[in-house]
């Protein structure tokens, strides 16, 4: 009976979470073609969907093509120890070819190797979170974030680590920062804040989007905040709604830069991250805009959505005892489909609760209500066509803000900018992002 009521539910849900969509429509299963499908990189959507996110990064020094698809040789759709060990495995390897270059002598082979080994021991750890005290989620972050800093104290303008402070000191904000070439006090540049969302690194940043900013002549800096992956393992802080108290410190920073142009900052959020920058925008007033890449306007309405009526009735009782057991029962079953089993165990891990209406609890005041309106910058919505957990969130998201804020953008398979984030088409996409930022500052002065 139980097994019954969650089978049907949570199912083609929760699946896509907040950060991996699954690509549906993408299995080609015969030879009929279909020009709006994408081939699959794995039968399982959730391995498919994160094997095409860290394949993607190659464009950007964050990866290479053949070593992902590779180690995609080696997974098994469903089993979650195979994709980890298969990029650790990776991983070493490309470590230990970093490690082999003399980085005085060939700078730019060794930087381009420890990226690549950082992603690949970010990609290792991604379907880790179900068990929090997994020793290899702090290996594996140690890990990650050596090999980063080994590539970024060798980028032509090293990138620098800097540790802000909440304003009421209750938690500290890890940022990289990204001086762009020729940014000095008498050409300050204009600036842009790059966060990630539920699952992902600020160090996966640099490689989405950073790079593409830097190439325009805009300094970057990246940060994490409580829930995110540094402040959860280091501070063990899980995500708040007050998002603004990460964010004003990062903007605070910035205005003691004479490099930076002040009233040219702009705040890029990815994936759930696209509720939290406009959150923060809402009580930031300092911001000359904003993207949400993609729209969010409640991050526990698309979750709500897909509970099957049943177990949507325990919750609306407020009987949660009732409604984690039939969860468990169905994330116990072997039946759930990956994309549900990891949402549900990010969802826990990142919000540093133990059960799921815990988290979900935490997730319900995460709401565009009553504040949207107070944003006063321009904010750029992104809405990929094919985003099965997200679906009407960025329309909501444009109608709530004051007239003329919002600009819209409905991203679909003609441009490979359907999934979720728009993985794998960012060339594109930040191309979008990155001319309208010129319109938007240079109107402004
Ligand atoms: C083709 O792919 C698209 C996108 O995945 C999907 O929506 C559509 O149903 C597919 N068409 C057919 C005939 O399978
Ligand atoms: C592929 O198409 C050919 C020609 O139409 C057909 O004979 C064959 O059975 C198809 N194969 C599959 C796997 O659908
Ligand atoms: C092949 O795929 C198309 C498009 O998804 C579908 O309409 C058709 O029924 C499939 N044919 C077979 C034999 O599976
Ligand atoms: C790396 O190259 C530099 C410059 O040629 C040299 O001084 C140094 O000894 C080399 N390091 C190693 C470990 O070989
Ligand atoms: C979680 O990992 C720890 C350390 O490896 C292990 O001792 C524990 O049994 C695991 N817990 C579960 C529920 O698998
Ligand atoms: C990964 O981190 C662990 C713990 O710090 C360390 O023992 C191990 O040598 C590291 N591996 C690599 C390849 O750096
Ligand atoms: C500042 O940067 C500009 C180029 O962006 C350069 O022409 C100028 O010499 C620099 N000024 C200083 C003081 O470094
Ligand atoms: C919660 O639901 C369970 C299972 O349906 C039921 O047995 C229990 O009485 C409910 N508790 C409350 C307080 O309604």
Redesign the pocket.
């Known amino acids: 009976m139980a097994s019954n009521i969650i089978r049907s539910l949570l199912v083609a849900v929760l699946a896509a979470s907040a950060s991996a969509a699954a690509i549906p429509g993408v299995k080609a299963t015969n030879n009929t073609t279909n020009s709006t499908a994408m081939l699959p990189l794995s039968s399982d959507d959730s391995f498919s969907y994160e094997l095409l996110r860290t394949v993607s990064l190659s464009r950007s020094y964050g990866a290479d093509t053949a070593e992902v698809l590779q180690a995609a040789g080696s997974i098994i759709p469903g089993n979650l120890e195979s994709f980890s060990g298969a990029f650790h495995k990776l991983?070493?390897h490309v470590?230990?070819q970093a490690l082999a270059i003399n980085k005085t002598e060939d700078p730019v082979t060794a930087r381009e190797a420890f990226f690549r080994a950082s992603t690949y021991f970010r990609s290792a750890d991604f379907y880790l979170h179900g068990n929090a005290s997994d020793p290899r989620l702090?290996?594996?972050w140690?890990?990650q974030t050596?090999?980063f800093n080994s590539a970024i104290a060798l980028l032509p303008i090293a990138g620098k680590r800097i540790t802000l402070r909440a304003a009421d000191n209750s938690f500290e904000i890890p940022c990289i920062y990204y001086r762009a070439t020729g940014a000095n006090a008498t050409h300050p540049r204009a600036t842009v804040i790059l966060g990630n969302g539920y699952d992902g690194a600020q160090e996966e940043m640099l490689h989405a989007t950073g790079f593409d900013a830097l190439a325009r002549g805009y300094n970057v800096i990246t940060y994490e905040g409580p829930g995110q992956p540094t402040v959860r393992r280091e501070q063990n802080l899980g995500f708040i709604t007050e998002w603004e108290t990460v964010v004003t410190p990062v903007v605070d920073y910035l205005t003691t830069l004479p490099e930076v142009d002040a009233a040219k900052i702009g705040l890029f959020g990815y994936s759930m991250g696209g509720w939290l920058a406009v959150r923060a925008a809402a009580f930031e007033h300092r911001l000359a805009a904003v993207w949400a890449v993609d729209g969010l306007y409640s991050v526990f309405q698309p979750y709500y959505n897909a509970l099957d009526p049943s177990t949507r009735a325990l919750w609306d009782a407020g009987n949660y005892s009732a409604f984690d057991a039939e969860v468990n029962f169905y994330l116990n079953s072997g039946l759930a489909p990956t994309e549900t089993l990891w949402s549900l165990q990010q969802g826990v891990w990142s919000f540093d609760v133990s059960t799921v209406s815990e988290f979900l609890r935490k997730a319900e005041p995460m709401t565009l209500d009553g504040i949207a309106q107070q944003v006063g910058c321009p904010v750029w919505i992104g809405a990929p066509s094919e985003d099965i957990f997200f679906p009407g969130q960025p329309e909501q998201v444009r109608d709530a803000l004051q007239p003329g804020l919002a600009s819209y953008h409905y991203l679909t398979a003609a441009d490979a900018a359907q999934n979720h984030c728009h993985v794998g088409a960012m060339a594109y996409v930040n191309g979008l992002v990155y001319d309208w930022f010129e319109e938007v500052i240079n109107n402004r002065s």
Request: charge should be negative.
């Open positions: 991983a070493n470590y230990a702090v290996t594996l140690a890990n050596d090999a």
